[in-house]
């Protein structure tokens, strides 16, 4: 490469919670820079999640943490080109990836739901992922799955 590597810029912690990993996941929710209503439907969302939990024990934050590690993928498939062939080889997924492309799926699927508002849609996607169920988990196990069928050429690796 030419340049060199771009330097990771500090995150600062959400005002609620104080938690980065929050602050991550409303940047990664925030549409043309308005993260103060990104903050708020995230906030709302765990409000829907705070009511409508089964576990009297956990918190929702802890019920959304819990949501996207299940959503996290732990393997992924890459595109080798070797001879003429193009193979797709199963690797390990870094940790900060893991939880980019956990945040990505849980927020696509959750726009993709049939609710009035955001809050409602991404409250019940994380509810889904907690209880290992939902779109966000089928695509991790449909990673997972590609991963295992591609193990064969896992001997491409680079």
Known sequence: M???????RPLIPDPKFNDKLVSR????????????????????ALDIVESKKQDS?????EI???GLSNVMPQVEVRSRRVGGA????????RADRKISLGMKWLISFARKRNEKS??????????????????????RTDTHKMAEANKAFSHFRF
């Open 86 to 93: 193009t193979f797709q080889i199963p690797m390990q997924i």
């Open 57 to 61: 024990d956990k918190s929702s934050l």
């Open 118 to 139: 955001m809050a409602q849609k991404l409250a019940s996607e994380i509810l889904a992922a907690q209880k290992e169920e939902g779109a966000a988990v089928k695509k």
């Open 64 to 66: 959304w943490k819990e």
């Open 25 to 44: 996941f409303v940047n990664m929710l925030m549409l043309d820079g308005k993260k103060s209503i990104s903050l708020k439907i995230f906030y709302n």
């Open 2 to 8: 030419r340049k060199r590597k771009a330097k990771k």
